[in-house]
């Protein structure tokens, strides 16, 4: 199947095993009515009620283990808030937006709606005008040229991208080292593939909470880190402009991470998709060493770039 529609499956089922998780199968019955056994509180948002049958074939334990996710839970609660009170809910949390892409983007869109070939069926690693595009843009970053044909790869979303990083890198038991807070499409994207996320905390400042402070004063114990660190230690994700804190993580911190790397030989996935929304110049990991840069995996986002989060187009750098 296509890797959107994956994601899309893959977004039902686990929707269907949230929705089991509130129900338990009485002894004597195979059939059984949602409607009995919800809370009030959540009726109001069902019509009549639903019928599920536990005899059939259930979602795979990969799919039964894991919990709702916050994107769902965020944007059904919008939802419903939206309908009930009948007034607009404005969502400050996720990396959507209120406004139209750029003019000429939306004018691209229409004029390749018009070339036969745009409309079939792309080459496996995307259209090489895109990757040579992407190739080109982020040169001068790099300070060097990049090869579209062997470090360049387009996909249906940054979010595929990092998911197809870890299938393709992940054995069973593979760990990966995960800055908290962090985006949460990150674990289930880990453990799919079956992978083990690690947790190392982002310390705010110790007086936090008591003043203004600013997303930079966030810092890693790199202790902390270094003792996560194990001999099935695969991939660490490093999310800079970070999301939700909005770090930007300084060339000093960058360097230790991927000497850390070189040490213990993992390698980086580097989540830049909200680089062009931070308009100040800041260092990227993968141009500070070769070998940094030879252990490291850059994903970008034309979503976040052009606010066209529903065009689905990522890639991969590295």
Do not use: C
Not at 117 to 145: C, E, H, I, V
């Amino acid at each position: 199947m296509g890797l959107k529609s994956y994601d899309i499956q893959m977004q039902l089922l686990r929707n269907l095993n949230t929705r089991l998780t509130y129900i338990r199968r009485p002894p004597h019955k195979n059939l059984y009515t949602r409607s009995k056994l919800l809370p009030k509180h959540q009726l109001r948002h069902f019509s009549k009620a639903q019928t599920v049958d536990m005899t059939l074939p259930q979602p795979s334990s990969h799919v039964s283990s894991q919990s709702k996710d916050v994107w769902s839970i965020v944007n059904e609660a919008g939802a419903a808030m939206e309908k009930e009170s009948g007034k607009p809910v404005i969502n400050l949390g996720q990396g959507f937006f209120s406004y139209s892409p750029p003019d000429f983007a939306i004018q691209a869109a229409k004029d390749a709606l018009d070339v036969p070939m745009f409309n079939q069926y792309s080459p496996t690693r995307g259209r090489m005008s895109l990757r040579s595009a992407l190739a080109k843009a982020y040169a001068p970053y790099y300070g060097r040229t990049i090869d579209p044909e062997t470090e360049v790869v387009i996909t249906s979303g940054a979010n595929e991208g990092m998911y197809s990083v870890f299938t393709g890198f992940l054995d069973q038991g593979d760990e990966v080292i995960v800055f908290e807070p962090f985006f949460d499409q990150y674990i289930s994207n880990i453990i799919l593939p079956g992978g083990k996320p690690v947790y190392v905390p982002l310390h705010p400042p110790a007086d936090a909470q008591k003043r203004v402070h600013s997303a930079g004063e966030w810092s890693i114990d790199f202790k902390e880190l270094e003792d996560a660190i194990t001999p099935r230690t695969r991939m660490i994700v490093l999310n800079s402009p970070h999301n939700p804190v909005g770090k930007v993580f300084s060339k000093d911190e960058l360097l230790r991470i991927g000497d850390l790397a070189i040490k213990h030989n993992f390698l980086i996935l580097s989540d830049e998709v909200y680089d062009r929304l931070y308009y100040t110049p800041f260092t990227r990991i993968a141009t500070l060493s070769p070998e940094i840069s030879a252990r490291t995996i850059t994903v970008g986002s034309a979503g976040k770039t052009f606010a066209a989060t529903g065009w689905r187009i990522g890639w991969l750098i590295g």
